[in-house]
């Protein structure tokens, strides 16, 4: 069943002539209270399991799926008015769309038996090969069409940026291999690369610059997301060997950890500077996860309305501070949303996986690929997010 907790409780008295004989509620009122302002409409499969995994405010949606209920091959498809198509593949035996932009242009891994697999784009039904993808990040694409990706390079792997027309090799902090993890809409690109003592430091490249971002004093750090204003989120070991979710903003902030909890990583910022993550109370952060909101200094953990969940887990946020993700029970998923001081719950057998500007989420609900719009959104800033 659907419903909302309301994580801070108030109390009013409506119409009262006698202070001490309050009128009695309205049942529709509170029962229009509790439904989530969620309509979910199924986006259907390609034949087995589908999901939705990207949307921008024009409610196109990116995602994959199984060709067929007992496997087949997994392939790409976009979703528009009402109409789930399949992308179709590179000449391999699948794909896998990753992020789609403001203009409907998405971009994903082409996947081959050989291992060879390509990124591709797909405009108005043009698909383009943009090159090969080493396979251990998940391209992601600019509003310009900017694409940033993980390819081989000579004995390692370099994050890699491409334009529409030319590729650039970002280059590394010293060592074989570097990993672009995301890009903002300056073109601004950061990830994690080795470095030439052998630790993995994160970086921001700007300007055809690749920066060391540097740790709390530990071996590792490595970001996930960035802001239109090129602030970063990620993780970082410090000297004592615990790890924190940082933000940098031209230096690294340690945004610490919910009490109790020995780990947290953060893994979405959005441009008010706040950031969605996971904290754990192990040291490594598995095998349980919990949910965060760090909002002006303070981080919160995000409730959910289950007495015990195994797991809590935020996959995006938008610039509205709308984070969407799921929790799970014994023998369930749970997707969910949270916003400001409500946990809305979007039903079980389902996840939430990414989220638009008007707060719209997208993800799977059963076996199929699931849009849950927003019934009371108005237009809203663009998602600045990484799922992980």
């Avoid at 949606?61 to 209920?69: L, M, N, P, R």
């Avoid at 090159?131 to 992601?140: A, H, I, L, S």
């Avoid at 280059?171 to 690369?193: E, H, K, M, P, W």
Wanted: hydrophobic content about 40%; aromatic content about 8%.
């Amino acid at each position: 069943m659907r419903y909302l907790v309301r994580l801070v409780a108030a109390a009013a008295l409506v119409g009262c002539r006698d202070p001490l004989q309050p009128t009695e509620p309205d049942p529709a009122a509170a029962r229009a209270a509790l439904q989530p302002p969620y309509v979910l409409t199924n986006l259907g499969t390609l034949g087995g399991f589908t999901q939705a995994v990207a949307i921008n405010d024009n409610e196109q949606i990116a995602g994959w799926g199984w060709t067929s209920s007992t496997g087949g091959s997994r392939h790409a498809f976009v979703w528009e008015r009402g109409v789930l198509r399949d992308i179709g593949t590179l000449g391999g035996n699948g794909s896998v769309a990753t992020a789609i932009n403001a203009s409907g242009v998405v971009v994903g891994t082409a996947l081959f038996d050989t291992g060879a697999n390509r990124v591709f784009t797909w405009n108005e039904g043009v698909t383009t090969d943009v090159g090969p993808n080493w396979g251990v990040t998940e391209p992601v694409i600019d509003d310009a069409g900017q694409v940033a990706w993980t390819a081989p390079a000579g004995a390692g792997a370099h994050a890699q940026l491409w334009d529409g027309a030319t590729t650039r090799d970002l280059g590394t902090l010293g060592g074989a291999y570097s990993f672009a993890r995301a890009i903002n809409g300056a073109g601004q690109v950061t990830g994690t690369s080795y470095t030439s003592d052998g630790s993995v430091h994160a970086f921001l490249w700007s300007h055809g610059v690749m920066q060391d971002l540097g740790t709390f004093g530990g071996g590792s750090s490595w970001a996930w997301a960035i802001n239109d204003a090129g602030a970063v989120t990620g993780a970082s070991y410090d000297a004592s060997g615990r790890v924190h979710a940082f933000l940098w903003d031209g230096g690294m902030h340690d945004l610490g950890a919910p009490p109790g909890e020995e780990f947290s990583e953060g893994i979405a910022v959005n441009r008010r500077g706040e950031v969605a993550g996971h904290s754990s109370p192990y040291p490594d952060g598995d095998p349980v996860k919990r949910a965060f909101r760090w909002r002006d200094g303070v981080m919160a953990p995000l409730q959910v309305p289950a007495p015990s969940p195994l797991d809590i887990r935020a996959h995006a946020l938008n610039g509205h501070g709308v984070i969407v993700g799921m929790y799970r029970v014994p023998s369930q998923l749970h997707a969910v949303v949270w916003e400001n001081d409500a946990v809305w719950d979007l039903g079980a057998q389902g996840e939430a996986l990414a989220v638009n500007g008007r707060g719209d989420a997208v993800g799977w609900a059963g076996n199929a690929a699931a849009l849950w719009r927003r019934a009371d959104a108005s237009p809203g800033a663009p998602t600045v997010a990484s799922r992980r």
